[in-house]
Antibody, heavy 122, light 111 residues
Framework: EVQLVQSGTEVKKPGESLTISCKGS????????ISWVRQMPGKGLEWMGR????????NYSPSFQGHFTISADKSVSTAYLLWSSLKASDTAMYYC???????????????WGQGTLLTVSS | QSALTQPRSVSGSPGQSVTISCTGT?????????VSWYQQHPGKAPKLMIY???KRPSGVPDRFSGSKSGNTASLTISGLQAEDESDYYC???????????FGTGTKVTVL
């Protein structure tokens, strides 16, 4: 069974750094890209960026450019979302999602993590 | 890149059909046959319901169907059931700069 298991709820202060994780199992981790998706409280889904776990090549949404980093460690089948300086506006649920195909255009997100809730407040 | 436009809510009685529209532009929905739809129950992760405009993953009931005309994609739920009450999001490929854009989301209510 394909599973993406994310790290737990986080409560942070503005300016702090954070890394959240997404561990894949039940499939060949390096065969499928992973995307990160944000959902702010009461709002819709927003695509943030994606990573190829084979070589850690990344693409980011122009809407989010520069505020976070996506990385991966294929030796432990885990993708990461990192912030160096959090803002209150980063408060949201964050999901990782597996790409259904390596063809960028034809992608749908066929398996999702359970989500990591991040609250940033002073 | 703006989000794709969906109606805020649609509703129907059990057994009826409802259709959710997803309107974009020629740079996303209209430019590619790669629209997918996701169901999200409150407090849960999204679930893939339709991909490549009209294909259903294994395990998704055949009362869910997808289509596209021009810059607008649609999800139809036939024979509406209580468990279909949920939020639904469309998503489209939007080219090699933006990559993927989601819709604004639609709440389906079963009356």
């Amino acid at each position: 069974e394909v599973q993406l298991v994310q790290s737990g709820t986080e409560v942070k202060k503005p300016g702090e750094s954070l890394t959240i994780s997404c561990k894949g199992s039940g499939y060949s981790f390096t065969s499928y890209w992973i995307s990160w998706v944000r959902q702010m409280p009461g709002k819709g889904l927003e695509w943030m960026g994606r990573i190829d776990p084979t070589d850690s090549y990344t693409n980011y949404s122009p809407s989010f450019q520069g505020h976070f980093t996506i990385s991966a460690d294929k030796s432990v089948s885990t993708a990461y979302l990192l912030w160096s300086s959090l803002k209150a506006s980063d408060t949201a649920m964050y999901y990782c999602a597996r790409h259904s195909t390596p063809i960028a255009a034809a992608v749908s997100f066929d398996s999702w993590g359970q989500g990591t809730l991040l609250t940033v407040s002073s | 890149q703006s989000a794709l436009t969906q109606p805020r809510s649609v509703s129907g009685s059990p057994g009826q059909s409802v259709t959710i529209s997803c309107t974009g532009t020629s740079s996303d929905v209209g430019g590619y046959n790669y629209v997918s739809w996701y169901q999200q129950h409150p407090g849960k992760a999204p679930k893939l319901m339709i991909y490549d405009v009209s294909k259903r993953p294994s395990g998704v009931p055949d009362r869910f169907s997808g289509s596209k005309s021009g810059n607008t994609a649609s999800l139809t739920i036939s024979g509406l059931q209580a468990e279909d009450e949920s939020d639904y999001y469309c998503c489209s490929y939007a080219g090699s700069y933006t990559y993927y854009v989601f819709g604004t989301g639609t709440k389906v209510t079963v009356l």
